[in-house]
């Protein structure tokens, strides 16, 4: 099993939908949850992290379940611009590394 | 300040042949990170140093693989022999402290033929 799963996707969406991705990890001593975003040929990089009372930025809203060990994240009205691959990252201060999932593609369409 | 900075950011090398990716972290950062992605497996961490010291290398695929930090401000990844199955996109990515935000350079996009 792997240490941070996300769904497969991909997720093909019109434009102002609501889509919502979800991730599991299987080391209950992760500390630090963060969703990066990956555009086409790019590099990735931090769309938002994830705290324990859930924050939102915008449209997008990030969860976290420790009870569960799964941490969502929502993007409301859908934008073309959010086409793009999102990875779920687990840290673990203990380790000092990070771990991401595979990642999960998003394509929105007109 | 300029970011991760990596270079080559392409190569094209023959099967046999010794490459070298080369990355500048953040300064300050002291955290630094080599990945591998591709369609297949996706973004692999292959290695990762603190304060410049190797802390888990248990990503690298095999000895043809090497990489080393001899200072804060300098990294390098070498493959030597190169195979057709090396291809892929590396990423070098510093940050402060392991488990913080880590920022990615654009990455070095190698082919082996």
């Known amino acids: 099993r792997k240490e941070v799963e996300q769904d497969p996707g991909p997720f093909n969406v019109p434009e102002g939908a609501t889509v919502a991705f979800n991730c599991t990890y299987s080391n209950s001593a992760s500390q630090s949850f963060f969703w990066y975003r990956q555009d086409c040929r790019k590099e990735p990089k931090l769309l938002m992290s994830v705290y324990s009372s859930g924050n939102e930025d915008g449209r997008f809203t990030a969860q976290l379940n420790r009870a569960s060990q799964y941490i969502s994240l929502l993007i409301r009205d859908s934008k073309l611009s959010d086409s793009a691959t999102y990875l779920c990252v687990v840290a673990n201060t203990n380790a000092g590394k990070s771990t991401f999932g595979d990642g999960t593609t998003l394509t929105v369409k007109p | 300040d300029a970011g991760v900075i990596q270079s080559p950011r392409h190569e094209v090398t023959e099967m046999g042949q010794e490459v070298t990716l080369r990355c500048k972290p953040i300064s300050g950062h002291n955290s630094l990170f080599w990945y591998r992605q591709t369609m297949m497996r996706g973004l692999e961490l292959l290695i990762y140093f603190n304060n410049n010291v190797p802390i888990d290398d248990s990503g690298m695929p095999e000895d043809r693989f090497s990489a080393k930090m001899p200072n804060a401000s300098f990294s390098t990844l070498k493959i030597q022999p190169s195979e057709p199955r090396d291809s892929a996109v590396y990423f070098c990515?510093?940050?402060?402290?392991?488990?913080?935000?880590?920022?990615f350079g654009p990455g070095t996009r190698l082919t082996v033929l």
């Open positions: 990515a510093s940050s402060l402290g392991g488990d913080n935000e880590q920022f």
